[in-house]
């Protein structure tokens, strides 16, 4: 109830409110409930002209357009502008000031044809290691910029590949410095002719199994639209992006904003949580890409 309150108070700050007594969580809770119900919440498919995809989205969801997840992820949440936002999707049934709530941040990267020919040989637990040993080098330039320091404590989820459907998907558990509890990162890709899509869900692990079963059951819901789609791929004219599915999982530690919007609610105590873990990802991306190079042709 706490976290919520404090989140509300802060929300009401960045949309130049008042702010109400943190005490006062009945009153926090009401005044950033109603911020919230001003948002343009959408039902039904919605379509993604930008990434040329489409989310059928039953009536167990919500869509936010692009201004108005901007506005949650930056004027409530607290991130910094992030223009590759298309949008986000929530669960109808729960309110973005529960602090049960989650919601998936979309977007898109038009970086090229991602190859699936790997995915069958990757090795996820020495992958894991390798991200872990990346994200705890990269401690000391975090403490160093004020941000609090991370542990990836391991996979919440392990990563699963659908070859069929060309979906991968996965979650993250970590550990804050100052959290008292853990977070989990849950990852989604869909995979499409010219790039892929993301959908990136930020909670507690106390909610991994609300976030699993409703990401699960929003992962059918989105794919591209006719001719763009992973099997429309024409190899004489489109572009082949630089890397596979293992940098999908392994160099996307951090690579949206969105992905740690929640953080601001969870981690309220610390510094304004925009956590930098691109670097770390990055180091892990160059690994990859060696070893990749290293290896005998075949």
């Not at 979309?106 to 090229?112: L, R, W």
Request: aromatic share 8%; net charge negative.
């Amino acid at each position: 109830m706490r976290l919520v309150a404090l989140a509300a108070a802060a929300a009401l700050s960045f949309c130049g409110l008042p702010v109400l007594a943190q005490d006062d969580e009945a009153a926090a809770r009401a005044a950033y409930e109603q911020q919230l119900a001003t948002l343009d919440y959408r039902q039904g498919p919605q379509t993604l002209a930008e990434a040329d995809a489409v989310l059928a989205l039953d009536a167990q969801f919500r869509f936010l357009p692009a201004a108005d997840a901007r506005r949650v992820l930056e004027d409530f949440w607290g991130n910094p502008p992030d223009e590759s936002v298309l949008g986000m999707v929530v669960p109808a049934d729960v309110s973005l000031a529960a602090e049960e709530s989650w919601a998936a941040v979309v977007t898109y990267s038009a970086e090229g044809y991602v190859s699936d020919e790997e995915a069958s040989a990757i090795d996820y637990a020495e992958m894991l290691q390798e991200m872990q040993a990346a994200t705890k080098e990269e401690n000391d330039a975090r403490r160093q910029q004020g941000y609090p320091t991370v542990e990836l404590v391991g996979w919440a989820s392990p990563p699963r590949y659908d070859a069929a459907s060309k979906k991968l998907h996965w979650a993250k558990e970590l550990a804050f410095e100052g959290s008292d509890g853990h977070t989990v990162n849950y990852d989604v890709r869909v995979l499409g002719r010219r790039g892929y899509l993301s959908l990136n869900a930020i909670g507690n692990m106390a909610q991994l199994p609300a976030m699993q079963a409703g990401m699960q059951q929003l992962i059918p819901q989105v794919d591209f639209s006719a001719g763009e789609r992973y099997a429309d791929f024409d190899e004489s004219t489109d572009e082949v992006a630089a890397y596979g599915i293992a940098a999908l999982v392994g160099g996307t530690l951090a690579a949206k904003t969105g992905l740690f919007a929640k953080l601001f609610a969870l981690l309220l105590a610390a510094k304004k949580i925009v956590i930098p873990l691109l670097i770390g990802a990055g180091l892990l991306v160059m690994r990859l890409f060696k070893r990749k190079s290293d290896q005998p042709a075949g």
